[in-house]
């Protein structure tokens, strides 16, 4: 019980932290360029939501990016810095940046495809998509 108190007292006190430096958790916890990382990817998916993502996209890229119901209810999750042996077919891509997405529990369903990861690079205008890999919910629980 002491532990559950110290811990909800520190999670309190960097909350007001962060606060009080003016900047927001993702940046606490993954730096300027994840929080950016992030902060794309929530736009992203607002954006792909309404079926405009293509504004995401970087020139001479064609991501898949499918149906707007496909990206309803997503969240970005920890952004990476690409890394080539985890994925060898983006590579030719030339990705800084990666990100997993989250399904959200209500659209869990075994066959249900959904973009799992979202590749990034970097340019003078900022991040532009240039990958999307798609997974597929192998069945419930």
């Known amino acids: 019980m ?11 006190a960097a909350g007001l932290a962060v606060l009080l430096s003016g900047c927001s958790l993702n940046t606490m916890l993954w730096g300027d360029d994840g929080a950016g990382v992030i902060e794309t990817t929530e736009g992203l998916i607002d954006a792909a939501t309404e079926g405009e993502a293509d504004s ?19 969240s970005a999750e920890e952004p990476e810095r690409f890394v080539a ?14 990100i ?31 990958d999307v890999t798609w997974w597929t919910v192998e069945s419930e629980g």
Do not use: I
């Not at 002491?2 to 309190?12: E, F, N, Y």
């Not at 973009?115 to 990034?120: A, D, K, L, M």
């Open 56 to 74: 995401y996209t970087c020139e001479g890229h064609d991501p898949e990016l499918r149906e707007p119901a496909d990206w309803e209810g997503l």
């Open 2 to 12: 002491m532990q559950a108190k110290k811990l909800v007292g520190l999670l309190g």
């Open 85 to 98: 042996d985890y994925w060898p077919d983006q590579v030719p891509l030339e990705p800084r940046w990666n």
């Open 100 to 130: 997993g997405l989250s399904l959200p529990t209500e659209r869990v369903a075994g066959g249900v495809e959904f973009p799992g990861y979202v590749f990034y690079q970097e340019t003078d205008d900022g991040l532009c998509v240039v």
